[in-house]
C-alpha cells in the first residue's frame, strides 16, 4: 500500500508461472518441441486507486513483463557434478523452428512488438554462455526476414557481467536507459484517459509513450522478454528496472506525480523494491532451489559487507539442492502436473530413466503437419498486430469463450461482499488490507516534520524499518556496529561476481574477491571500552509530539474501568465494584442498564429470541421468494386480492 498524503494507491504484484514445461533449473532448460521454455513467468504489476472501491469506476493501471529461458534446444549435464556444468546443444536447428514456435506463441498473446534483452556473458575466455548468445541471434536474424519491418523482433543483447565488474559504468543507470526505451515501444494499460493537466502541459516523455490509444485509455503492445542463463539473479534485477520505469508511467497516468521519474532512495521505490525481491526469492526458491544470491543493492553496489557471506551460504544452498534434490522435485512437479499419469502396467515415475519422452512428444508420434520455414505464424495474427491475436474480436477468439449467466446479486461478483466478507467472523488485524506492507508504516521515517511524500528522497539511517525494526533485526544491526570496530576495512570496490544464479563456482577469468561497498558505520571509542548509542525506543513526545501524564488522575482511572466493563459486556454492576466507585461524583451520570433484547447478550454468545410459528413461516417463505421459488396462492390470498382491488378500482 503506498499511502500520497492519505489517499491509498494498492501496488499488487503478480507472477503466473507457465505450468508447461516447468522444472528444476539443470534438468530444465531451454525449450520443448512445441516453443514452452523453461522457468517461464509472466509478470504484471498492477496500480490500483484504493480510494474509489468500485471496478467500474476506480483507476487502475497494469504493464506485463515476461522471462523465460532461451527458446532452444540446450542441456547442462550434472552427472559430473560439476559447480558450473558444460552447456550443450542439444538438436541442431538451422531453420529455428523451436525458437518460432515460442515466439509465435508471444505474438498472439502479447502483440508486437517482442523485445528481447539478454543478459548471458559476451566475451569469456572458454565459451561458456556465449553458446547461447550466437545462437539465438542466428535464430532472432532469420525469423526476422519474414517478418514485416514495423513488426519485427528486436533483439538487444548485453553482457551485465562485464558492465557489473567495471568500475567506471553504473549498471543501474544502464539499465535505466534501456527500461526507457522498452516502456516507451511497449507502453502500458490504463483504464481512463489523459488527464486534462497532461494534455495541457504534456511532458516530453510521455508524447514519446508507444502502445495503443483508445478512448476509455491506453494498451500495452507487446512485451519484454528478458533472459540469463537461469532467468533468476540478473533478471530480476533487470526486470525490477523496467518496472520502476513503468511505475513511474503508472502513477503519472493516475494524476499522483508530476513527472514520469522517481529517483531510489525514496518510499515509493524501497516498496517496489522489496515487493520485487520477494517475488525474486520465490521464483528462485522453486526453480534454483535457494533465495536471489545478487540483489538490487548488491547491483548498486552499497550493500553491506555482511551480504558476502550470505551470497555464500546462498550460493551453496543452491548449489547442494541442485546436486541432491532437484529429482525428487521434478518428479513431485511432473506428477502435480498430470506430465506422469500412473497406469497399470506402466512403470512407477521414480523407475523411469528419464522424463525427457513426457514433455517431447513429438518423440512418441510424428505430426501429419510441418510448420513453413517462413510463414512461421499462425494465420491471422499479422492482420491483427500490434494488437495481440487472442484479444482482437473475432470468430475464432468467439469460439474459445464460454458465456455464464450470473444474477446480480451474487456473492461471487457482489465486491464489497467479497472483499470484506460480512457474514464472516473476522479480525480487522487479520485483514489483507491492513497487513500488507504500508509505505507509511513500514517505510516512511517516524519523526515529526519530516515530508510524509512517499517520492521524496531519504538517507539510508531514516526509513522506518531502520529506527523502529523489529527485534532481529535490531539485534542484527548491534552485532553489524559491534564488529564492525574489529573488523578489516572493506575491500577496494570491484565487480559483483556475475556468476551468481548461472555458475556455483567461477571460472578462471572470474577469479577474484565479490567486493561491495560497506554501509558507513559510527562507532564512538570512550576510552578502553566501545560503547554503541542504539536509539530503538522512542520516546513519546518523538513519536506524538505530546507527553502523556505519567499518574492518571481517579476520574480518568473511574472512565477506564467503566470501559472495560463494558466491553466485557457487564451492564449490571457488582455491589463491590458500585462501593468501590461510589466516592466518584460520575456514579450518577453513568448508569448502565440493559439495553438488548436477548436475554443474554456478550462478545461470545447470543441467545435468540423465540419466535412463533407463524413468523417462522413468513421467514421460509420470504428465503424461497429470494430463491425464485414462489408459493402457489390460497383461499385466503384469492380473497385479500379482491378486497384490494373492490376497494381500489371500484
Not at 603 to 619: G, L, N, T
Request: proline content about 5%; hydrophobic content about 35%; some cysteine.
Amino acid at each position: 500500500e503506498l499511502l500520497i498524503y492519505g489517499r491509498p494507491i494498492y501496488v499488487t504484484l503478480i507472477a503466473r508461472r507457465s505450468s508447461k514445461f516447468a522444472g528444476t533449473r539443470f534438468l530444465k532448460r531451454g525449450s520443448n518441441c512445441e516453443g514452452d521454455v523453461a522457468n517461464e513467468v509472466e509478470t504484471e504489476q498492477i496500480l490500483y486507486d484504493a480510494s474509489v472501491m468500485s471496478f467500474s469506476t476506480g483507476s487502475y493501471s497494469s504493464y506485463v513483463q515476461v522471462r523465460g529461458s532461451v527458446p532452444l534446444y540446450w542441456s547442462q549435464d550434472i552427472s559430473t557434478m560439476m559447480p558450473k556444468p558444460p552447456i550443450t546443444l542439444d538438436q541442431a536447428d538451422p531453420y529455428a523452428h523451436v525458437a518460432a514456435l515460442h515466439f509465435d506463441q508471444m505474438l498472439q498473446r502479447f502483440g508486437s512488438p517482442i523485445i528481447i534483452l539478454n543478459l548471458v556473458k559476451e566475451r569469456e575466455k572458454r565459451k561458456h554462455e556465449r553458446i547461447l548468445s550466437e545462437e539465438l541471434v542466428a535464430a532472432v536474424t532469420y525469423l526476422n526476414q519474414f517478418l514485416p519491418p514495423e513488426h519485427a523482433i528486436i533483439y538487444i543483447p548485453w553482457d551485465m557481467a562485464k558492465y557489473t565488474k567495471s568500475k567506471l559504468c553504473n549498471v543501474l543507470d544502464r539499465l535505466n536507459v534501456i527500461a526507457e526505451n522498452v516502456v516507451k515501444k511497449t507502453g502500458f494499460f490504463v483504464n481512463r484517459p489523459d488527464s486534462y493537466c497532461s494534455i495541457l502541459r504534456p511532458d516530453e516523455k510521455w508524447n514519446e509513450l508507444g502502445g495503443c490509444v483508445v478512448s476509455t485509455g491506453r494498451l500495452q503492445t507487446g512485451v519484454l522478454r528478458t533472459n540469463c542463463v537461469d532467468c533468476l539473479d540478473r533478471t530480476n534485477t533487470a526486470q525490477f528496472m523496467v518496472g520502476k520505469c513503468a511505475l513511474a508511467y503508472q502513477l503519472y497516468s493516475l494524476g499522483l506525480i508530476d513527472k514520469p521519474n522517481l529517483q531510489f532512495d525514496t518510499d515509493a521505490v524501497r516498496l517496489f523494491e522489496e515487493l520485487y525481491e520477494d517475488h525474486g526469492d520465490t521464483l528462485s526458491l522453486q526453480y534454483g532451489g535457494s533465495q536471489l544470491v545478487h540483489r538490487v543493492k548488491t547491483y548498486r553496489k552499497i550493500a553491506p559487507w555482511t551480504q558476502h557471506s550470505k551470497d555464500i551460504m546462498q550460493t551453496l544452498s543452491r548449489y547442494y539442492s541442485n546436486a541432491f534434490s532437484d529429482a525428487d522435485r521434478q518428479d513431485s512437479i511432473n506428477l502435480f502436473l498430470g506430465v506422469f499419469k500412473p497406469a497399470e502396467g506402466k512403470p512407477h515415475l521414480w523407475e523411469l530413466p528419464t522424463d525427457f519422452y513426457l514433455h517431447h512428444k513429438n518423440t512418441l508420434s510424428l505430426s501429419q503437419t510441418r510448420q513453413s520455414y517462413t510463414y512461421w505464424w499462425t494465420t491471422g495474427v499479422l492482420k491483427h498486430l500490434p494488437l495481440p491475436f487472442d484479444e482482437v474480436t473475432c470468430a475464432e477468439n468467439r469460439r474459445k469463450l464460454t458465456v455464464k449467466k450470473f444474477h446480480k446479486y451474487e456473492e461471487e461478483i457482489d465486491i464489497h461482499n467479497e472483499f470484506f466478507r460480512p457474514y464472516e467472523l473476522s479480525s480487522f488485524d487479520e485483514t489483507f488490507c491492513l497487513a500488507m506492507t504500508n509505505s507509511t508504516r513500514d517505510f516512511m521515517p517516524k519523526n515529526v516534520g519530516i515530508d510524509p511524500s512517499p517520492f521524496t528522497v531519504r538517507k539510508p539511517d531514516e526509513t522506518g524499518k531502520s529506527v523502529l525494526g523489529n527485534k532481529n533485526n535490531r539485534e542484527e544491526t548491534v552485532l553489524q556496529r559491534k564488529t564492525a570496530a574489529s573488523a578489516p576495512p572493506p575491500p577496494s570496490e570491484e565487480a559483483v561476481s556475475s556468476s551468481s544464479e548461472d555458475d556455483s563456482g567461477t571460472d578462471k577469468e572470474d577469479e577474484g574477491a565479490v567486493s561491495q561497498r560497506s554501509t558507513p558505520v559510527k562507532v564512538t571509542d570512550t576510552g578502553d571500552n566501545t560503547k554503541i548509542t542504539e536509539n530503538v525506543v522512542q520516546s513519546t513526545k518523538d513519536v506524538y509530539g505530546v507527553n502523556l501524564s505519567d499518574i492518571p488522575s481517579e476520574d480518568d482511572l473511574a472512565i477506564y474501568a467503566r470501559f472495560v466493563e463494558l466491553g466485557q459486556s457487564q451492564h449490571k454492576q457488582d455491589k463491590g465494584s458500585q462501593q468501590f466507585c461510589s466516592k466518584h461524583p460520575l456514579d450518577k451520570v453513568i448508569n448502565l442498564i440493559p439495553i438488548s433484547s436477548f436475554s443474554q447478550d456478550n462478545i461470545y454468545e447470543v441467545q435468540p429470541p423465540r419466535a412463533d410459528w407463524k413468523s417462522i413461516e413468513i421467514f421460509h417463505a420470504h428465503i424461497q421468494a429470494g430463491r425464485g421459488n414462489m408459493q402457489p396462492l390460497g383461499r385466503d390470498d384469492f380473497l385479500m386480492y379482491r378486497e384490494y382491488i373492490r376497494n381500489r378500482y371500484m
